[in-house]
């Protein structure tokens, strides 16, 4: 399976439904490669906009909620039996709620530190037996420029995504030599739906465009070209990285 072509790889993106990960996989799918979705949210839409784009039957949508494992592990392995494998993992879900640190609750702690950190840890775990499978593997983990810059109302959310940093480096260290590389992309703030409703809603977006060099808003579409590039045939000499993709916010 290792000097397959790249149309045959199949990828799993979690948080699916909208924003940054039904981007990816519209992109994802428009290269040939066959899609699964994972979201809690209908994953219709995604599978239109694939389907129109000439995709149809190139993607599965399984409603799931990442951080159960039983139904994790359920949904990878249908994902894997549908699509006759695995080789493409993006961690894409989680929350970024903006909360003072004196205000965090230790219930609002775990419940950002679960989805997105255990969320990626099971999700992971579970596709990694078919990435082995396969003797080729591809896992991104969607992190923030905010473990560069530590917003001061985001300490929960930063502690999250500096943890999937870690995890990303660890693990690649783990399953390097086994044609499996891991590596993080780390977008500054994105227009989505999710981020209009909320971080937009009071100005966030022109806050956060004044600070980078870039001066637009970033946009789903400005992460697809590095999403495929980490997960290109050629880049098997890129893994443990954190890629940063933020306008030129942070620079590290």
């Not at 940093?165 to 660890?170: K, P």
Request: charged fraction near 20%.
């Amino acid at each position: 399976m290792g000097g397959s072509d790249a149309g045959e790889r199949v990828a799993l993106v979690t948080g699916a439904a909208s924003g940054l990960g039904q981007e990816f996989c519209v992109a994802l799918a428009a290269q040939g490669r066959r899609v699964a979705g994972l979201d809690i949210a209908d994953l219709a839409e995604t599978e239109q906009r694939i389907a129109a784009a000439g995709g149809a039957g190139r993607f599965l949508g399984v409603t799931v909620d990442v951080t159960d494992p039983a139904a994790v592990t359920a949904a990878v392995d249908k994902i894997a039996e549908h699509h006759a494998g695995l080789h493409i993992v993006v961690n894409n879900a989680g929350i970024y709620p903006s909360i003072a640190f004196e205000d965090t609750t230790l219930d609002d702690w775990r419940r950002i530190m679960r989805l997105n950190l255990e969320g990626p840890f099971l999700v992971t775990q579970a596709a990694l037996p078919h990435l082995r499978a396969a003797g080729w593997g591809r896992v991104v983990n969607i992190v923030s420029a905010v473990v560069f810059l530590g917003p001061p109302d985001m300490v929960a959310y930063t502690t999250s995504k500096a943890g999937l940093v870690g995890f990303t480096r660890a693990l690649a260290s783990a399953v390097g030599h086994e044609g499996i590389t891991v590596n993080a992309i780390a977008p500054g703030l994105t227009r989505t739906r999710t981020a209009e409703r909320t971080v937009g809603a009071d100005g966030g977006f022109d806050r956060v465009r004044a600070l980078q060099v870039v001066p637009d808003v970033e946009e789903p579409r400005d992460l697809v070209s590095t999403l495929l590039y980490v997960c290109d045939e050629g880049s098997g000499f890129l893994t443990g990285q954190t890629i940063n993709v933020d306008g030129g916010s942070a620079k590290h």
